[in-house]
């Protein structure tokens, strides 16, 4: 029984910041991958950024250096921050866990998702 819970979704205009978090709760030995994904409206889902857990980090080619994924195990959370946001950052943004290892075995949990809006 694993829970993520993301924050930090917003209105912002462009070229603005925000900060999103995402806490896992639960049940749980460690978590091999979080990830950052996101879905605008019509679109796919896609993967923004991901973080294993000996820190070694991943980036979609869109962000162009503006976003950063960190995690802090301790407190087990992963954060993104993104700056110099742009009106096509404008979507639901998703936090996924990924090979949590449980006392049964290994599981994916998705959280419930934070909106964000990017104004011209």
């Known amino acids: 029984q694993v829970k993520l819970v993301e924050s930090g979704g917003g209105w912002v205009q462009a070229g603005g910041s925000l900060r999103l978090s995402c806490a896992a709760s639960g049940s749980f030995f460690s978590i091999n991958v979080m990830d950052w994904y996101r879905q605008a409206r019509g679109n796919q889902r896609e993967l923004v950024a991901s973080i294993t857990n000996p820190g070694i980090v991943n980036y979609a080619d869109f962000v162009k250096g503006r976003f950063t994924i960190s995690r802090d195990n301790a407190k087990n959370t992963v954060d993104l921050q993104m700056n110099n946001l742009e009106p096509e950052d404008t979507a639901v943004y998703y936090c996924?866990?990924?090979?949590?290892?449980?006392?049964?075995?290994?599981?994916?949990?998705w959280g419930q998702g934070t909106q964000v809006t990017v104004s011209s």
């Open positions: 996924a866990a990924l090979g949590v290892q449980l006392l049964k075995g290994k599981a994916d949990y």
